[in-house]
């Protein structure tokens, strides 16, 4: 009888260990899964935010800088502003945005930014050649991920035209992507041991 007994009870937890794991897995699964179904809604919702900041930030251009887009010995300008160092524009982006980081490209090379690298503006940086291949190769707006100064973010770029319909630079606004995995990254590992405390709580009740 007792061998028995024990034999029952080594196959009884044999069964919870077994039932446990599978619990476990099952539910680390799901949670993975939710997560990165998280993570792909959020960056389209940024990518939905980056698209209506970018209207916002082209009438705030045109409204304040009247006048057409072209390169004045050798300089970018919008109408009598020359945009080579300039921060205006940028850096009022900024706050109409609540904090967006916003550059200007004159072909490739970032001439004006509110992006801050060390200290100090990331001015004459490049663009990456996926994204200049988009917007100035098939003068085309780009949205999407996008490494910006080293750092990956959701933004979008915006080809600048000439009157000759020529690309002549790039204005771009963006967000880090980092704030928000950060948000996701502590909900997947609060969900996954609130899962693990219901499995082992079922166990011990069904035990």
């Not at 850096?91 to 060390?118: H, W, Y």
């Amino acid at each position: 009888m007792n061998k028995l007994f024990k034999n029952a009870t080594m196959i009884r937890t044999k069964m919870n260990f077994i039932l446990v794991n599978a619990i476990v897995i099952m539910m680390a699964v799901v949670a993975v899964y939710n997560y990165y179904e998280s993570k792909d809604n959020l960056l389209a919702s940024v990518e939905n935010k980056m698209y209506s900041d970018l209207k916002l930030g082209d009438a705030y251009i045109d409204a304040q800088f009247p006048g057409e887009w072209k390169i004045v010995d050798g300089d970018l300008h919008k109408g009598d502003l020359n945009v080579v160092g300039d921060t205006a524009i940028v850096d009022n982006i900024k706050e109409l945005t609540n904090g967006n980081l916003a550059s200007i490209f004159q072909d490739r090379t970032r001439i004006s930014t509110n992006i801050v690298d060390d200290g100090e503006r990331a001015l004459n940086t490049e663009i990456s050649s996926e994204v200049a291949d988009v917007v100035i190769g098939e003068k085309t707006r780009y949205i999407g991920t996008a490494t910006v100064v080293g750092e990956e973010a959701v933004a979008v770029y915006e080809p600048i035209f000439d009157a000759n319909d020529n690309v002549i630079g790039i204005w771009s606004t963006a967000v880090p992507v980092a704030p928000y995995l950060d948000i996701l990254n502590e909900g997947l590992w609060a969900e996954i041991a609130i899962n693990v405390f219901l499995a082992l709580f079922t166990i011990v009740i069904i035990s």
